[in-house]
């Protein structure tokens, strides 16, 4: 061989080579996936179990009630059987003296400290005279309530032990997935200790409350399982397992835990104070739709709509009715659920930055948050009329017809002598406004984000937003005293 071929032959690397190097590569690759995948699915939840057990603990709670009556509705009303029914219940509650009885119920919780506090749900053990907690090992001692937040359904107990207790930490729910693992641990239908496995099936689903913020799982979770805590793969709780979705009362895959993040500061609260003490701003907000938004001349269609300012914290730095919260604490306002939670979650007493939306600029307030437990039930002022007030006409506008504020009209709708607008006496069924949830006795307080107390007034606001090229005009609607803001599309 000539020395020009032995050199192209020696540029090509060895065959053997190169299989050997593929195969190794494989190789590794194949133990990389193997690894990769034990830690997504550990091959036993054994050990993670052992852990953690021992701070998972049964409620026992027991309710003194009035002596046991006969079923009601066994028969119905006027039937022949009723008086053989009442004769045999009179006989049956004399017989028995109407004695007390005692009722129990069954729950779960887990222990968060060495000295003994316990958190569960607060409708495990509402009314309750006695609560005996049971621990993994089998010794039981009894707890005291030491604070209860209806709103989350959290409640907050305490044993005294004689050694330290064996306990679990919060972990960051936040940080938990879709597709996560995780594990549920409880008492279901008194059964005593048991442990479920499932995923994260959904996030910050809402079901009833303002500060909802629950993780919804497939873990099986059944009655019994209230207040036990979900674990991650770490053993931190994430959530505490709360309700079900379910025709028959049993699980079908659907769970519900509180987040931890939500649960860890409601319980921060009740150990420090026995009770919680949310923020308060001090507004009625609803959320930004996309013709409220055009209305107004927002983009993007984000953040919380102020329909009423009451005396209080916003109104003092200077809020205003129409305002759209944009911006709390530095954290965009995404809609009106996440406000109303990041309110709840600031300290009383601390001032924030607050920026609106307002008449196409945007205006930074300073709020020195209140405490929303003393806040609640407040009623909104309303301003004063003038006390030439002009004798009211009727003109329909829209599909509403509209009419002045008269005294009459102010004591049949069960309003406050002073309030002011148009009240709505008719809608079309086939306008916009009866579709979008305008009746007859609403009373429109605002048009176009300006006060009016009369049929001018409102022309001269429709004219005004025409002229400004606008869609939509922005209405401030009243029904019971409860404000919402609605959108009304412009006809050509």
């Given at each position: 061989m000539n020395r020009q071929a032995e050199a192209q032959v020696n540029h090509f690397p060895n065959i053997n080579f190169v299989r050997a190097f593929s195969l190794g590569a494989l190789f590794i690759t194949f133990i990389v996936l193997q690894t990769l995948s034990s830690f997504a699915r550990p091959e036993s939840l054994a050990p993670l179990a052992e852990k953690i057990s021992p701070s998972v603990v049964n409620i026992t709670t027991s309710t003194l009630v009035e002596g046991r009556t006969a079923p009601q509705g066994i028969v119905p009303e006027g039937s022949p059987f009723e008086d053989f029914f009442r004769e045999?219940?009179?006989?049956?509650?004399?017989?028995?003296g109407n004695r007390p009885r005692r009722s129990s119920a069954l729950g779960s919780g887990f222990v968060i400290s060495e000295d003994g506090y316990v958190v569960t749900n607060n409708h495990v053990i509402e009314g309750a005279d006695e609560i005996l907690i049971e621990f993994f090992n089998g010794s039981e001692l009894k707890a005291t309530v030491i604070g209860t937040d209806a709103k989350t359904d959290i409640a907050l107990l305490k044993v005294e032990a004689e050694k330290a207790l064996p306990f679990v930490p919060f972990g960051d729910s936040d940080t938990a997935n879709v597709g996560d693992w995780v594990i549920a641990m409880g008492n279901p239908l008194g059964q005593g200790f048991s442990v479920s496995a499932g995923i994260v099936s959904a996030r910050n689903r809402a079901l009833s409350g303002s500060y909802d913020d629950y993780i919804q799982t497939d873990a099986a979770i059944n009655r019994g399982n209230s207040g036990g805590p979900l674990f991650n793969m770490d053993g931190e709780v994430i959530g505490v397992n709360t309700a079900i979705l379910s025709p028959n009362g049993g699980s079908i895959g659907i769970g519900f835990s509180m987040a931890a993040n939500v649960v860890q500061n409601v319980v921060d609260q009740l150990q420090e104070f026995g009770e919680t003490r949310r923020g308060w701003l001090g507004v009625r907000i609803q959320d930004v739709t996309d013709d409220i938004a055009e209305a107004i001349g927002l983009e993007p269609v984000?953040?919380?709509?102020?329909?009423?300012?009451?005396?209080?914290?916003?109104?003092e730095a200077g809020m205003e009715d129409g305002d759209v919260i944009i911006s709390f604490a530095g954290v965009d306002v995404e809609d009106t659920r996440g406000l109303v939670r990041q309110v709840g979650y600031s300290p009383v007493g601390e001032t924030v930055r607050v920026v609106v939306f307002r008449a196409?600029?945007?205006?930074?307030?300073?709020?020195?948050?209140?405490?929303?437990?003393?806040?609640?039930?407040?009623?909104?002022?309303?301003?004063?009329?003038p006390d030439d007030e002009q004798e009211p006409e009727t003109k329909e506008i829209l599909g509403l017809t509209l009419s002045g504020l008269?005294?009459?009209?102010?004591?049949?709708?069960?309003?406050?002598?002073?309030?002011?607008?148009?009240?709505?006496?008719?809608?079309?069924?086939?306008?916009?406004?009866?579709?979008?949830?305008?009746?007859?006795?609403?009373?429109?307080?605002?048009?176009?984000?300006?006060?009016?107390?009369s049929i001018p007034d409102f022309e001269a606001r429709l004219e005004e937003v025409k002229e400004a090229g606008r869609k939509s005009l922005l209405l401030l609607v009243r029904r019971a005293g409860d404000p919402r803001f609605v959108a009304l599309n412009l006809s050509e």
């Amino acid at each position: 061989m000539n020395r020009q071929a032995e050199a192209q032959v020696n540029h090509f690397p060895n065959i053997n080579f190169v299989r050997a190097f593929s195969l190794g590569a494989l190789f590794i690759t194949f133990i990389v996936l193997q690894t990769l995948s034990s830690f997504a699915r550990p091959e036993s939840l054994a050990p993670l179990a052992e852990k953690i057990s021992p701070s998972v603990v049964n409620i026992t709670t027991s309710t003194l009630v009035e002596g046991r009556t006969a079923p009601q509705g066994i028969v119905p009303e006027g039937s022949p059987f009723e008086d053989f029914f009442r004769e045999f219940q009179d006989r049956n509650n004399n017989e028995n003296g109407n004695r007390p009885r005692r009722s129990s119920a069954l729950g779960s919780g887990f222990v968060i400290s060495e000295d003994g506090y316990v958190v569960t749900n607060n409708h495990v053990i509402e009314g309750a005279d006695e609560i005996l907690i049971e621990f993994f090992n089998g010794s039981e001692l009894k707890a005291t309530v030491i604070g209860t937040d209806a709103k989350t359904d959290i409640a907050l107990l305490k044993v005294e032990a004689e050694k330290a207790l064996p306990f679990v930490p919060f972990g960051d729910s936040d940080t938990a997935n879709v597709g996560d693992w995780v594990i549920a641990m409880g008492n279901p239908l008194g059964q005593g200790f048991s442990v479920s496995a499932g995923i994260v099936s959904a996030r910050n689903r809402a079901l009833s409350g303002s500060y909802d913020d629950y993780i919804q799982t497939d873990a099986a979770i059944n009655r019994g399982n209230s207040g036990g805590p979900l674990f991650n793969m770490d053993g931190e709780v994430i959530g505490v397992n709360t309700a079900i979705l379910s025709p028959n009362g049993g699980s079908i895959g659907i769970g519900f835990s509180m987040a931890a993040n939500v649960v860890q500061n409601v319980v921060d609260q009740l150990q420090e104070f026995g009770e919680t003490r949310r923020g308060w701003l001090g507004v009625r907000i609803q959320d930004v739709t996309d013709d409220i938004a055009e209305a107004i001349g927002l983009e993007p269609v984000l953040g919380a709509l102020v329909t009423s300012v009451p005396e209080g914290p916003a109104k003092e730095a200077g809020m205003e009715d129409g305002d759209v919260i944009i911006s709390f604490a530095g954290v965009d306002v995404e809609d009106t659920r996440g406000l109303v939670r990041q309110v709840g979650y600031s300290p009383v007493g601390e001032t924030v930055r607050v920026v609106v939306f307002r008449a196409g600029e945007t205006v930074t307030l300073r709020v020195t948050l209140g405490r929303r437990e003393e806040a609640e039930g407040a009623v909104p002022a309303v301003a004063a009329i003038p006390d030439d007030e002009q004798e009211p006409e009727t003109k329909e506008i829209l599909g509403l017809t509209l009419s002045g504020l008269t005294d009459e009209l102010r004591e049949q709708l069960g309003m406050s002598p002073e309030q002011e607008g148009l009240a709505v006496g008719d809608v079309d069924e086939m306008s916009e406004a009866f579709e979008k949830g305008l009746r007859a006795g609403d009373v429109i307080t605002e048009a176009g984000q300006q006060k009016i107390i009369s049929i001018p007034d409102f022309e001269a606001r429709l004219e005004e937003v025409k002229e400004a090229g606008r869609k939509s005009l922005l209405l401030l609607v009243r029904r019971a005293g409860d404000p919402r803001f609605v959108a009304l599309n412009l006809s050509e």
